[in-house]
């Protein structure tokens, strides 16, 4: 699989992980938002888009861009190092959301005695 594949495809875990992580992280923190999560769903599905563009016309044209230490850079080779850095940047948006979740304080609510009796399931 070539390289730009592999980082493309990397990427979009990358996307997926972030949305579902950040819509928990927003569920268990009761701040949900709908616009919130489409806005990110959309803003992945374009950038995709995209990319599936730029990799289609450094197929169709290899633009070389410069060379640098006697080797060509392409626009694919710098698309390439780009989306490189596009995903370290989201895996730091999922560690850190990560690390909110595990820093999250869940209230969890502790029945009485009273209440533990009127829970139980009555025997017939």
Do not use: H, R, W
């Amino acid at each position: 699989m070539p390289e730009f594949v592999q980082v493309i495809v990397s990427l979009i875990c990358l996307m997926l992980a972030n949305i579902l992580i950040g819509t928990k992280l927003a569920d268990l923190k009761q701040e949900f938002n709908k616009e919130k999560l489409v806005s990110g769903i959309s803003k992945a599905v374009f950038t995709l888009i995209g990319l599936a563009l730029i990799y289609a016309s450094t197929i169709v044209f290899p633009m070389e861009v410069a060379t640098i230490n006697g080797t060509m850079v392409t626009t694919l080779t710098g698309t390439t190092i780009l989306l490189k850095g596009a995903n370290l940047i989201y895996a730091g948006k999922v560690l850190l959301k990560i690390k909110d979740i595990f820093m999250l304080n869940i209230p969890v609510e502790v029945l009485s005695k009273d209440e533990e009796e009127n829970n139980e399931p009555k025997e017939e």
